[in-house]
T-cell receptor
Framework: DVKVTQSSRYLVKRTGEKVFLECVQD?????MFWYRQDPGLGLRLIYF???????EKGDIPEGYSVSREKKERFSLILESASTNQTSMYLCASTTFYWTGDGNTIYFGEGSWLTVV | AQKVTQAQTEISVVEKEDVTLDCVYE???????LFWYKQPPSGELVFLIRRNSFDEQNEISGRYSWNFQKSTSSFNFTITASQVVDSAVYFC????????????WGAGTKLIIKP
């Protein structure tokens, strides 16, 4: 079965801390994404990566960076966490080579980050 | 600019009622995809359907049905004979062009089914 695993389900961090959110997929997908989800705003794309060491900014990259050293792993980094980064973070992966009418995007269970 | 509007922030119905979740989109692309996802309280997004812009056939899957109308740029989702397990946040999303993965998301509709 397809699996996207986010390392932490719930985190509480202090303002100014460096925060790492890890995501691993076991499907050999080329593309990986980090989204932020806030009530009333839906999902907003922070960064995505279409290959190892490749990354592109999404709609709201400010205050975040990412790392993709291995194909299966995509990390989101908050260099200096702030209270306005309190949110739910979702990782997703997809392949370029999809067929049929089924699902094309696979999501992790989400990481709830609270910055105090 | 591309946009997805889910005007219903929250809907509450009694079990066994039918309920329709609205989704209106804006795009200038001729080829695009529309999606619906369900997010139960556990947080994981569950895929429901993907529809391409050239296929306006309505889709039915058990108690779920979707009505795609390009003329009104709408892709509405109906649950027939709702159940408490249908309680969740439902998201509609639009692809950026023919990409199958770069999506623009609606704000979501929270559906509450009361027993």
């Amino acid at each position: 079965d397809v699996k996207v695993t986010q390392s932490s389900r719930y985190l509480v961090k202090r303002t100014g801390e460096k925060v790492f959110l890890e995501c691993v997929q076991d499907m050999d997908h080329e593309n990986m994404f980090w989204y932020r989800q806030d009530p009333g705003l839906g999902l907003r794309l922070i960064y995505f990566s279409y290959d190892v060491k490749m990354k592109e900014k999404g709609d709201i990259p400010e205050g975040y960076s990412v790392s993709r050293e291995k194909k299966e792993r995509f990390s989101l980094i908050l260099e200096s966490a702030s209270t306005n980064q309190t949110s739910m973070y979702l990782c997703a992966s997809t392949t370029f080579y999809w067929t049929g009418d089924g699902n094309t995007i696979y999501f992790g269970e989400g990481s709830w980050l609270t910055v105090v | 600019a591309q946009k997805v509007t889910q005007a219903q922030t929250e809907i509450s119905v009694v079990e066994k009622e039918d309920v329709t979740l609205d989704c209106v989109y804006e795009t200038r692309d001729t080829t695009y995809y529309l999606f619906w996802y369900k997010q139960p309280p556990s947080g994981e997004l569950v895929f429901l359907i993907r529809r391409n812009s050239f296929d306006e056939q309505n889709e039915i899957s058990g108690r779920y049905s979707w009505n795609f109308q390009k003329s009104t740029s709408s892709f509405n989702f109906t649950i027939t004979a709702s159940q408490v397990v249908d309680s969740a946040v439902y998201f509609c999303a639009l692809s950026r062009g023919s990409s199958n993965y770069q999506l623009i998301w609606g704000a979501g509709t929270k559906l509450i089914i009361k027993p």
